[in-house]
């Protein structure tokens, strides 16, 4: 059975694996428990847009989710190219993505577009949000 954070599992793990996020960042995309303490720019934080309400759908096994990708930097250039970056990259189509040793069959991850910006003065870090939909079953 899938956790609701399962899907949040899929977009990084399908995140680390895209080339042209990897370039920009490494590895370091992490879900939002999993941040360490002090990170260094840049990184991808990816969690579960909280404030959507679920989706009806004719199947119980399908389900619908929202995940948000926040992209931080030392300049907010940088952290909007991230953000653009994903925005260009992430969005699939029926396609197998692990979470850990189960999987999910995403129908459908589409980009839902820019959702904010912000700066922290103090610590001179940018970040720039990216929203995503994804239709899946497992």
């Keep these: ?28 995309i992490y879900r939002k428990g999993d941040l360490p303490t002090t990170p260094i720019p840049p990184f991808v934080v990816v969690s579960e847009a909280s404030d959507v309400p679920g989706l009806e759908t004719s199947s119980s096994n399908y389900a619908l989710g929202r995940v948000q990708c926040s992209c931080f930097a030392s300049t907010d250039q940088a952290a909007g190219q991230i953000a653009k970056t994903l925005g260009k990259y992430l969005p699939c189509h029926d396609v ?26 103090e610590t001179h870090v940018y970040m720039h949000s990216r929203d995503f939909k994804i239709f899946y079953t497992y």
């Design 1 to 28: 059975m899938v956790d609701d954070s399962d899907f949040v599992l899929a977009v990084q793990t399908r995140s680390r694996n895209l080339t042209q996020i990897t370039a920009l960042i490494g590895q370091q």
């Design 96 to 121: 197998i993505l692990p979470i850990g040793e189960e999987s999910l069959r995403v129908m459908y991850l589409k980009d839902a577009g820019t959702v904010s910006y912000d700066e922290n003065v």
